[in-house]
Every structure is written in structure tokens, then in C-alpha cells.
């Protein structure tokens, strides 16, 4: 027996909350609790660098987990996006596609990344330091060199948003152009690998806390414009039985 629609608009009401269940718990978890609102910074020595781990050793441990375990809400929410758009889309949804292996990858690049802070607090006592800053950089760039597949993310939503000519469009045109200038301008997350000191650095303002707030506000934008689509699509299809 197929699901209802209202328990279909349900469940996809639930993925559509995962964006700000995933942000509230990357900001408690990671952020909070793993004390990397203010990262170890790049430049920072091996020595320094794994007294930084050692310092927060039980939070970044815990922490970290629970970013990782975000990860999953991230990833529904991302397959909800891709049905949304496809319904845009119509028969060849290759917008849609592209944007779910782009969430996808983020999704995973951010799991890595948190194995990796774990693995650098979780043998401190018998660790070269050299390993734990190694890890730390490792982790650090799988994070922050993924900003094209969070780009690979936002640009097909904005070509769908932009070619949304329905009179109540999924999501309004400013914010497809604003996705597009975003998408841009996470290119200086790109900036760590090429400097340790500055701005750039993965500890710096573009290279870490201008992309995150990108990724923030994008995120959390467009799941209200989700919500909003799916009560339209419970409101549209109650009129109709109403009519019949």
C-alpha cells in the first residue's frame, strides 16, 4: 500500500527541519563543545598543536561525535532538496542530481574530517606530535578544499530557482542570486593550503568563518522556502479534495 500524501508531505516536512537539526548540532557539538570556535591555529608547532588536542581532549572527542552524527540529517535534508527540484526540473532533473552528490559529498568530507580531529585526541599519551598536527592539517583541508562540492551544491539550485517560472516559485529569485555570489565567494576556503598565517588560513576570517557562514545562512535560508513549498502542496491538494 503506497504512503499517503499527508503522511509523504510528513516525512519530508521532518527532512526539511534536518538543516537547522544539523546547525544547532554542528554549533553545540563542534563549534561549542569541541572548542573549535576558535580553532588550534595553522600556525601553531606540533607541540602546540597537540596541546591544544590534549587540552580539550574529552570535548573535541565528544564533540566531534556529535558533529559527525549531524552528518546524517545533513544528508536527508539534502535528498528532500533534490525532490523538491525535481519536481521543478520535470523528466531529466540533472540540476537536481548534481546538487544531491554535491550534499552528499559534503556530508562525508565532514564525517572524514571529524574522524580525523577524533584520531588526533584519541591517542595523545602515545603520539608524536607530528602525527597529531599532520592529522589536524589533513582534517583540516578535507574540510575546508571541499568548498566546490558545497559550490557543485548551490549552483544547480540556483539554475533551478532561475528557471522556476511558476507564479509561487520554490525559492524567490534574490536568494538564487545570492546562492550563485556564495558559491563564489567560497573559494577562499580554498586558501589554507597555501598559507599557515592571515585571513586565509584555516583559522582565518575567509578562510574559515566567512564559508561557514555561507554555508549557515544558505543552508537555513533554503529550508524555510522548503517549508513553505511543501505547505503549499498540502494546502493545494486539501482544496482539491475539498472540491471533489
Known sequence: MAVSHDESIRHQMFATWCAPIFSVATAVGWLGIAHFLLPAAASLTARETAEFYAQHQHGIILGCSIFSIATCFLAVWTAELGILMSQVEGRAPLMAISQVIGGVGVALLVFISCCLWIGCAYRLGDTDPRIVVALNDASWFGFLLGWCFLSLQMIPVAVVALADRR??????????????????????????????????????????????????????????????????????????????
Open 167 to 244: 507564479p509561487k516559485p520554490l525559492f524567490p529569485r534574490w536568494l538564487a542570486w545570492s546562492s550563485l555570489a556564495g558559491a563564489v565567494a567560497l573559494a577562499t576556503a580554498g586558501g589554507p593550503a597555501f598559507t599557515k598565517t592571515g585571513p586565509f588560513a584555516y583559522h582565518g576570517m575567509l578562510g574559515f568563518y566567512v564559508p561557514m557562514a555561507i554555508w549557515g545562512l544558505w543552508l537555513n535560508g533554503h529550508a524555510w522556502y522548503m517549508r513553505q513549498e511543501l505547505l503549499r502542496q498540502r494546502q493545494g491538494r486539501d482544496a482539491l479534495e475539498l472540491a471533489a
